[in-house]
């Protein structure tokens, strides 16, 4: 979390002069959940258009904001294997454990991925941060 101290008048304008007031402003530190998938061959436009619309709501219920979304490579092969990247963000260490219980009580998300087992080849999960973050993350 970075603090700088920025001098504003009462609109929130940037402010010089004696009757300055001085605001804290605070950064939220992001942390992601980055979720790479290998999708079977050919099949890489159909399980986008799935996780689109079916997986995706329930993820932001669960407090997950989309960062990105990205395709390896940019197009959708007919004889081999796509991966996508999903990258989800939080709010810091109190979003992560916010949206990993809400996923703990919702069998939700099991029972999509075992619906769409056919299409995919291999999946991976994991939680990354800002190495800037790390230690602010770590101050708990």
């Not at 986008?48 to 993820?59: C, H, K, L, R």
């Not at 999903?86 to 809400?102: E, I, K, N, P």
């Amino acid at each position: 979390m970075f603090l700088t101290d920025v001098p504003v008048n009462e609109n929130g304008d940037r402010f010089e002069g004696p009757l300055a007031l001085t605001v804290r402003r605070v950064s939220t530190i992001d942390v992601y959940i980055v979720d790479r998938v290998e999708i079977a061959a050919g099949r890489a436009r159909e399980f986008v258009d799935e996780y689109q619309s079916t997986y995706m709501p329930g993820a932001r219920d669960r407090g997950l904001r989309l960062d990105r979304m990205t395709l390896s490579p940019p197009l959708f092969l007919a004889d081999d294997s796509n991966v996508l990247t999903v990258t989800w963000a939080v709010d810091g260490a109190a979003g992560w454990w916010s949206s990993a219980l809400a996923a703990r009580h919702d069998d939700a998300p099991a029972r999509w991925w075992d619906s769409v087992a056919d299409l995919v080849v291999h999946r991976t999960r994991t939680m990354e941060s800002s190495v800037y973050d790390v230690a602010e993350l770590c101050d708990v």
